[in-house]
C-alpha cells in the first residue's frame, strides 16, 4: 500500500481505537490542553480533531484525534473512512486501548497500520482504574508492540508515551531536533552571551555555541554574538528588541540584571536540558537544592572527559554557590564521561552538564537511571539559575517546564501554552 505524502512538513501523530477508550482525553493529556472534547458517551468524536503543537525535542507536529470505529453499524461508513484517511496520513500511529481490552478490532486496525508501513504504540489507558493482566503485557512484548500504561485522567505515563514517540519518529526528524528556532522567528534576532575567559579554549568557541548559531541560522533568524561585558551596549544600540537572550549560565546573573526584564532570557545549558534530557522533569528535581543540608552528598556529572570550562563550573563554581546558598558543607562528588555511580543512595542530588556531546537516548537513559533510584537529577543552568533567584525569569521561554515546577513548588501552576512559548513560521522550511 502506497502511504499518502503528509500534506505539511510537521510530524503527524494519529491516535486511534474503539470509542470511549479515551483518545480525546489523551490527546488534551499530551498537549495539556482542552483541544478535544471528551465525555462518557461513547461515539463523542465524530470529525477528525486536529492540534499543532511543538513537541520537544522532535519539533512540529500535528496530533490528530479520531472518530472511535468499533461499531461499523452505528457509525456509517463514512466516519469509518475519515479515520482511515487519517491512518493514511499519519507518521506514528498511537493505538489506545484499556488493560484487558484487545480484541480483532485492534487486530483489525494493527493490521491496517501495518499496511502503511508505520511505526505504532500501544496506549494501555485509565491505569488509574485497572492495571493490565500480565498475558496482555506479554503479548504486546511478544509482537514487538511498543506499549505504555497510562492514565489519561493523572497524566501517568506521557512523559513515557513522549519518549516513546521521539523514538518512532522517523530519522530526520529526529536527526534534526529544534534547538532554539521555535523560540526566534526568521527574521527576527537572538543575542548570545559568550564570555571569553581564562578558561575559554582558545580561538574557537563551544560546539553548543556553534549549534544554537546553525539553528538560528537553519530558521532564517539572525544572532549577534557578544561578551558579557558588551551586553548591555548591544542591547541599547538595538533598535528593535532581541527576541530572546542566551547566555552561559556563569555569568547569568549579571546578564539578568542589564537585559530589561520584558526580553526573554535563558542558558545556554538550560536549552540542552530541553533538547536532550527532560527540562520539566529536570526543572522539578532542582527544587532538591532546596532541602539540601550541610553534610549532604551531591553527585556533579559531566559528559566530557576532558573539558576545562565545564569543569571549571562543575568544579568550583557551583560547589562555591552551592554551599553559599545552602550555608553550610556539601559533600561534593565529581564524575566524567562513563563513570557513573552504581548506587545512588547516598546522594540527595545529581547535577548534570548540558550533555551537548551525547545523544538524546543516552541523556536520557541516564535520568531514568537516576529517577529508577529515586534520585533527583538536574543541570547546570537550572542550579545556577536557582541560587542566583532568576530561575523563573530563564524558565520564561518554556511555559511548560515553568508550570511544571510551579506546581511542584506548590505554588500557582498557570496552564501554559506546550512547551513553547510561540510557535513561529520559523518551522515552515
Ligand atoms: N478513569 C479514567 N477515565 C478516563 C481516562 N481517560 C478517559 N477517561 C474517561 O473515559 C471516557 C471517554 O473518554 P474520551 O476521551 O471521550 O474517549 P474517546 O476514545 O475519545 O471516545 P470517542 O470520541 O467516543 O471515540 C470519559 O468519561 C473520560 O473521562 C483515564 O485515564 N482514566
Ligand atoms: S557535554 Fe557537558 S561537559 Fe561536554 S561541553 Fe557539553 S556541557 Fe560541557
Ligand atoms: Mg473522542
Redesign the pocket.
Known amino acids: 500500500m502506497q502511504r499518502a505524502t503528509s500534506k505539511a512538513f510537521r510530524l503527524h501523530i494519529g491516535f486511534f481505537g474503539r470509542r470511549n477508550v479515551g483518545k480525546s482525553s489523551l490527546l488534551n493529556a499530551v498537549t495539556r490542553q482542552s483541544v478535544s472534547i471528551v465525555s462518557d458517551v461513547p461515539g463523542t468524536t465524530t470529525d477528525p480533531v486536529e492540534k499543532p503543537m511543538e513537541l520537544h525535542p522532535l519539533g512540529p507536529v500535528l496530533f490528530v484525534d479520531t472518530a472511535g470505529i468499533d461499531d461499523i453499524g452505528a457509525l456509517g461508513a463514512q466516519r469509518i473512512e475519515k479515520t482511515r484517511q487519517v491512518i493514511a496520513r499519519s507518521d506514528i500511529a498511537v493505538l489506545v486501548t484499556e488493560a484487558g481490552v484487545w480484541g480483532a478490532f485492534e487486530n483489525t486496525l494493527l493490521a491496517e497500520i501495518s499496511g502503511y508501513k508505520i511505526p505504532v504504540i500501544v496506549v494501555l489507558n485509565k491505569a488509574d482504574l485497572r492495571k493490565p493482566m500480565d498475558e496482555q503485557l506479554e503479548a504486546l512484548t511478544r509482537r514487538k508492540l511498543s506499549h505504555v500504561l497510562l492514565s489519561a485522567t493523572n497524566g501517568n505515563g506521557v512523559e513515557a508515551l513522549r519518549e516513546l514517540l521521539w523514538q518512532a519518529a522517523p530519522k530526520e526528524a529526529a536527526e534534526s531536533p529544534v534547538i532554539i528556532r521555535d523560540l526566534v522567528g526568521p527574521g527576527e534576532t537572538a543575542v548570545l552571551v559568550v564570555p571569553i575567559d581564562r578558561e575559554a579554549p582558545k580561538g574557537r568557541i563551544?560546539?553548543?555555541q556553534a549549534q544554537v548559531m546553525r539553528d538560528l541560522l537553519d530558521g532564517m533568524a539572525s544572532c549577534m554574538v557578544v561578551q558579557d561585558a558588551g551586553l548591555e551596549r548591544v542591547l541599547s544600540n538595538m533598535k528593535t528588541p532581541p527576541s530572546l537572550v542566551v547566555t552561559d549560565s556563569q555569568v547569568f546573573e549579571y546578564v539578568a540584571r542589564v537585559t530589561p526584564i520584558d526580553v526573554p532570557l535563558t542558558a545556554f545549558?538550560i536549552l540542552?536540558s530541553r533538547l536532550k534530557g527532560d527540562l520539566a522533569a529536570q526543572t522539578r528535581a532542582v527544587l532538591a537544592v532546596d532541602t539540601l543540608r550541610s553534610g549532604d552528598h551531591v553527585l556533579i556529572a559531566?559528559?566530557?572527559t576532558h573539558?576545562p570550562i565545564?569543569e571549571d563550573i562543575g568544579r568550583v563554581k557551583i560547589p562555591r554557590w552551592l554551599e553559599q546558598y545552602v550555608g553550610g558543607k556539601i559533600n561534593f562528588t565529581h564524575v566524567k564521561g562513563r563513570d557513573f555511580p552504581e548506587d545512588l543512595s547516598q546522594y540527595k542530588l545529581v547535577i548534570h552538564?548540558?550533555?551537548?556531546?551525547?545523544n538524546r537516548q543516552e541523556m536520557m537513559s541516564r535520568i531514568r537511571f537516576c529517577e529508577g533510584q529515586g534520585v533527583p537529577i538536574t543541570n547546570y543552568g537550572l542550579v545556577i539559575a536557582l541560587v542566583q533567584g532568576i530561575l523563573e525569569r530563564a524558565l520564561g521561554p518554556f511555559p511548560a517546564a515553568l508550570a511544571a515546577y510551579r506546581e511542584a513548588r506548590g505554588t500557582d501552576a498557570v496552564v501554559p501554552e506546550i512547551e513553547s512559548l510561540k510557535t513561529t513560521s520559523a518551522m515552515v522550511h
Open positions: 563551544l560546539q553548543v545549558s540542552m559531566e559528559t566530557c573539558h565545564e552538564c548540558g550533555a551537548c556531546m551525547w
